[in-house]
T-cell receptor, first 115, second 114 residues
Framework: SAVISQKPSRDICQRGTSLTIQCQVDSQVTMMFWYRQQPGQSLTLIATANQGSEATYESGFVIDKFPISRPNLTFSTLTVSNMSPEDSSIYLC????????????FGPGTRLTVL | GENVEQHPSTLSVQEGDSAVIKCTYSDSASNYFPWYKQELGKRPQLIIDIRSNVGEKKDQRIAVTLNKTAKHFSLHITETQPEDSAVYFCASNAGGTSYGKLTFGQGTILTVHP
């Protein structure tokens, strides 16, 4: 399995500001993903973080709002831009270890509250 | 896109009873079906998974069954214990292995009463 960490673990932000969430994996992963989990809800995929190229976004999510970077195989960032209270949620990253396996491991999540 | 439906949304059982959670999926290209357990304030933890070339998989008290024809899969927990209380999510890999992304069901809140 992979050990995945995220920073910060939680934050309270003001409307209109931006927050960058970091995700670090202890081993090289082929694919990294960012999910959003609103309170009491399921996980929704935001995007696939591609190493060295633009992320692949799911329907309803755009790069201007959720810019993502992945400079190497073990690190990715997600920025939540121009935040509003509707962005209050838990943001989770996940990693998939090998091309031959679909298994994904999740980070502990970042709990974001926007006032 | 892929749609994963999960039932029931809540499930309450007595300790020692069995619990069954069911999911259906829509994308015939899906070939991997994991189950995650999420305790309050914690990350989702993979508890068991199954690939489409297998009909059933068991790990101690937990088993998963898959019916490809009907596009549904189920989680079975036997001899439930209070520590099994959590939210359980099913998922499928929409589009198959090459895409890698998971689509999750809505979740089932399982409560095991001592």
């Amino acid at each position: 399995s992979a050990v995945i960490s995220q920073k910060p673990s939680r934050d309270i932000c003001q409307r209109g500001t931006s927050l960058t969430i970091q995700c670090q994996v202890d081993s090289q992963v082929t694919m990294m993903f960012w999910y959003r989990q609103q309170p009491g809800q399921s996980l929704t995929l935001i995007a696939t973080a591609n190493q060295g190229s633009e992320a692949t976004y799911e329907s309803g999510f755009v790069i201007d709002k959720f810019p993502i970077s992945r400079p190497n195989l073990t690190f990715s960032t997600l920025t939540v831009s121009n935040m509003s209270p509707e962005d209050s949620s838990i943001y989770l990253c996940s990693g998939r270890l090998a091309v031959s396996t679909d298994t994904q491991y999740f980070g502990p999540g970042t709990r974001l509250t926007v006032l | 896109g892929e749609n994963v439906e999960q039932h029931p949304s809540t499930l309450s059982v007595q300790e020692g009873d069995s619990a069954v959670i069911k999911c259906t999926y829509s994308d015939s290209a899906s070939n991997y079906f994991p189950w995650y357990k999420q305790e309050l304030g914690k990350r989702p933890q993979l508890i068991i998974d199954i690939r489409s070339n297998v009909g059933e998989k068991k790990d101690q008290r937990i088993a998963v069954t898959l019916n490809k024809t009907a596009k549904h899969f189920s989680l079975h927990i036997t001899e439930t214990q209070p520590e099994d209380s959590a939210v359980y999510f099913c998922a499928s890999n929409a589009g198959g292995t090459s895409y890698g992304k998971l689509t999750f069901g809505q979740g089932t809140i399982l409560t095991v009463h001592p």
